[in-house]
């Protein structure tokens, strides 16, 4: 069974602090990995797809990188504007259904 | 270019009444289609797919089902509408197996 476990639960940052969000995996033939943010009453926006171990991306303040069990989401001198929830989602091969973590809450204070 | 909509964004129902969430995708053609339930704080919990018009597969046994009329259609639907049907349902779209695209969500209310 593919299995996503995100770290930690919830996260608290000073503006400018730097950081990471971890997303641990187990899923036979991984086809794609996802990063998703998500807005309080809001559907989750797509940020990332990585596909292979040592594929890095990034979009503004956001790195995202991967291995063979983990991805981690590099957060660097984060706004208060990055606060949002931050999901995590593998697609397994042969599978139309991709299976999320329980995403980790990120606060940034001004 | 791709979008969804999902609608209505709100929608406050009593016990027992029935139900109808709809969602469209524009801009591309024969899309895997999701709905999803998310609780205050708790993950995504799939209820319905479809890989096509006519297939729907259930994921939890509850009191909803789900349609696909058209290909870029997806509605979600009640009969009776329990208490426990309350939260934030989330439709999405998938197009070869790659990453998802959501709607913005409803926000239910069972009162």
């Known amino acids: 069974e593919d299995q996503v476990t995100q770290s930690p639960e919830a996260l608290r940052l000073q503006e400018g602090e730097s950081s990471s969000l971890n997303c641990s995996y187990t899923?036979?033939?991984?086809?794609?990995l996802f990063w998703y943010r998500q807005d309080p009453g809001k559907g989750p926006e797509f940020l990332f797809t990585?596909?292979?171990a040592g594929e890095e991306k990034e979009k503004e303040r956001l790195k995202a990188t991967l291995t063979k069990k983990e991805s981690f989401l590099h957060i660097t001198a984060p706004k208060p504007e990055d606060s949002a929830t931050y999901l995590c989602?593998?697609?397994?091969?042969?599978?139309?259904?991709?299976?999320f973590g329980r995403g980790t809450s990120l606060i940034v204070h001004p | 270019s791709q979008t969804i909509h999902q609608w209505p964004a709100t929608l406050v129902q009593p016990v027992g009444s029935p139900l109808s969430l709809e969602c469209t995708v524009e801009?591309?053609?024969?899309?895997?289609l999701y709905w999803y339930r998310q609780a205050a704080g708790r993950g995504l919990q799939l209820l319905f797919y479809?890989?096509?018009?006519?297939?729907i597969s259930s994921e939890v046994p509850q009191n909803l089902s789900a349609s696909r009329p058209q290909d870029r259609q997806f509605i979600l639907s009640s009969k009776k509408l329990l208490l426990s049907d309350s939260g934030f349902y989330l439709c999405?779209?998938?197009?070869?197996?790659?990453?998802?695209?959501f709607g913005q969500g409803t926000r239910l209310t069972v009162v």
């Open positions: 999405a779209y998938r197009v070869m197996n790659t990453e998802a695209f």
């Open positions: 990585l596909y292979s």
């Open positions: 989602a593998v697609q397994a091969g042969g599978s139309y259904i991709p299976t």
């Open positions: 899923v036979s033939g991984l086809r794609g």
């Open positions: 801009g591309t053609s024969n899309p895997n």
């Open positions: 479809s890989v096509g018009i006519g297939q």
